[in-house]
């Protein structure tokens, strides 16, 4: 659902049976402070929260820099300070530069307890694939991204199969 705590999140909450919430959170005091609500509301009407993802965590970056030799170092300007890279094998380089800052996913973690079930960085592949309905985890297995949203599943997964497990009866 979109952010915030309107009467589309409330109805949903109070009518569909819900297994938990993921609160979904970018690296801004802003929008940390509008998950703080929305977690109000998830504890008001008993829903429990699996984790957070914080979405827009940094800029995918990658490329290549041809002639190089593996961990020759490639230096440029983030707008949020100098970032140096070492090329593999093939010259190739992959990271990813905060540029909305980091730790929002991290704040909320540590104040309210819940874990943290991935960090998904910008890359514009991820709209590409969506719009034409080819999703980065199949078209790019190897990106960042395509791990992430892999470890986020696996993540949420567990926290569900946790939730689950906790409600079976013990046999005796």
């Not at 709209?127 to 078209?139: E, K, L, N, T, W």
């Not at 892999?150 to 689950?164: K, L, N, Y």
């Amino acid at each position: 659902m979109p952010p915030g705590t309107g009467y589309a999140q409330l109805s949903h909450a109070q009518i569909l049976p819900l297994t938990g919430g993921i609160l979904v959170t970018t690296p801004q005091a802003v929008s940390t402070f509008d998950v703080t609500k929305a977690i109000g509301m998830f504890n008001q009407v008993n829903v429990e929260i699996l984790g957070i993802v914080e979405n827009m965590a940094g800029l995918s970056i990658s490329g290549t820099v041809e002639g190089a030799v593996a961990g020759t170092k490639v230096h440029f300007d983030a707008g949020t300070g100098s970032e140096t890279i070492a090329v593999d094998d093939a010259g190739k380089f992959q990271t990813v530069v905060p540029v909305f800052g980091s730790g929002g996913a991290e704040r909320l973690a540590q104040t309210h307890g819940f874990p943290i079930l991935g960090q998904i960085p910008l890359d514009p592949a991820v709209r590409v694939g969506g719009d034409g309905g080819d999703p980065i985890a199949v078209s790019d297995p190897d990106s960042i991204v395509a791990k992430v949203f892999v470890e986020i599943a696996g993540r949420f997964a567990q926290r569900v199969a946790i939730r689950e497990h906790a409600s079976l009866p013990i046999l005796q």
